[in-house]
């Protein structure tokens, strides 16, 4: 499988490679409803894997073929859950963000998934909001064009950056995978991306 570096709705384009050797697996946009009329596009978005580690699930998957993989659930969970070096690079596109709008968004979004896979592994999900949250300051700005990325490094250390500066770095399993999921977990905010990203993340194993 192929993966183009243009996202063909907003026409961002992204790196093939980021972070020394993690490579490109699929582009998507996040929308939401203006006064739940108009779909506006807020970001592009780039998942990228580093490819040595993507390995790790030839273990398990060795043997599978690529078209049991593509849709497989299981799949895609174990990749959610295993320490695989990985990124997503968000291009902002709508340049307009209010900082409490990005605010109910990110708890909508990121709390909720906290919650869900929270309750297989008992932890504190409000403090570990509080942790991610207090990496911004209250007048961050992020106009059209500001690139942020979201990274699991090794040992489940998400690390986060904006227009390249790191803000922070926070060890949880729990936080990596609820990021990840939003982007090619069970409800993706772009069903397209997952579905190349899982397509990628199969052919990588075969490769
Ligand atoms: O301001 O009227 C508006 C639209 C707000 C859209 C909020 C979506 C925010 C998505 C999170 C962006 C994180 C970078
Ligand atoms: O308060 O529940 C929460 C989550 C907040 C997440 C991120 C806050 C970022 C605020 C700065 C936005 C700048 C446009
Ligand atoms: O799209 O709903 C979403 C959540 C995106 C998660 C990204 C969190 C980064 C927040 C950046 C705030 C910048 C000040």
Redesign the pocket.
């Known amino acids: 499988a192929i993966c183009s570096p243009v996202e063909s709705r907003t026409g961002e384009v992204f790196p093939e490679d980021v972070d020394g050797g993690r490579r490109l697996l699929g582009v998507g946009v996040?929308r939401t409803n203006v006064l739940g009329l108009k779909s506006i596009g807020?970001?592009a978005f780039g998942v990228y894997a580093d490819d040595s580690d993507v390995k790790k699930l030839n273990e398990k998957y060795g043997t599978a073929t690529l078209s049991e993989l593509k849709d497989k659930k299981e799949f895609i969970a174990d990749a959610l859950e295993s320490d695989i070096r990985m990124t997503v690079r968000?291009q902002i596109v709508y340049g307009r963000l209010s900082?409490r709008s990005?605010r109910n968004?990110?708890a909508?979004?990121?709390g909720t998934r906290l919650q869900k896979f929270s309750a297989s592994e008992p932890s504190d999900t409000d403090e570990l909001l509080q942790k991610f949250v207090s990496l911004?300051?209250d007048d961050?700005k992020?106009p059209k064009g500001s690139v942020?990325e979201?990274s699991r490094e090794e040992g489940y250390v998400l690390r986060?950056r904006?227009d390249g500066e790191e803000l922070g770095q926070i060890q949880s399993k729990l936080l990596c995978k609820s990021?990840l999921d939003?982007y090619f977990g069970e409800d993706p905010?772009d069903k397209n991306a997952k579905q190349e990203i899982q397509l990628n993340l199969a052919s990588r194993l075969k490769t």
């Open positions: 996040r807020v970001y968000l900082i990005v968004a990110f909508k979004s990121v911004f300051r961050q992020l942020i979201l986060t904006i990021i939003l905010l």
